[in-house]
């Protein structure tokens, strides 16, 4: 288990997980751009408005790679299926 610390808009934490040290950074690195990116958004208020808007834009790409996930796996079946229709 691997921990690292980082520091959110002033507040420390610690980050343990399975995962080596190089991909925890590279994980933290990707959620400080989208913290920087939520705070340059005009009419942003707090800490924790900027928080929620980072999280929307995280949620929002997860979601689309999750369905782009499950086109591509039914494209698949659809594939593994035409090819034992020709067995």
């Given at each position: 288990?691997?921990?690292?610390?980082?520091?959110?808009?002033?507040?420390?934490?610690?980050?343990?997980?399975?995962?080596?040290?190089?991909?925890?950074?590279?994980?933290?690195?990707?959620?400080?751009?989208?913290?920087?990116?939520?705070?340059?958004v005009p009419g942003v208020g707090t800490s924790k408005d900027v928080l929620v808007l980072a999280l929307l834009t995280v949620i929002e790409e997860y979601w689309e790679l999750k369905e782009e996930h499950r086109k591509i796996v039914d494209e698949i079946d659809e594939i593994e299926k035409t090819i034992e229709r020709h067995l």
């Amino acid at each position: 288990m691997n921990t690292l610390e980082l520091d959110i808009l002033g507040k420390t934490y610690k980050v343990s997980s399975d995962k080596n040290r190089t991909e925890i950074a590279a994980m933290i690195r990707y959620l400080e751009e989208k913290i920087e990116t939520a705070g340059s958004v005009p009419g942003v208020g707090t800490s924790k408005d900027v928080l929620v808007l980072a999280l929307l834009t995280v949620i929002e790409e997860y979601w689309e790679l999750k369905e782009e996930h499950r086109k591509i796996v039914d494209e698949i079946d659809e594939i593994e299926k035409t090819i034992e229709r020709h067995l």
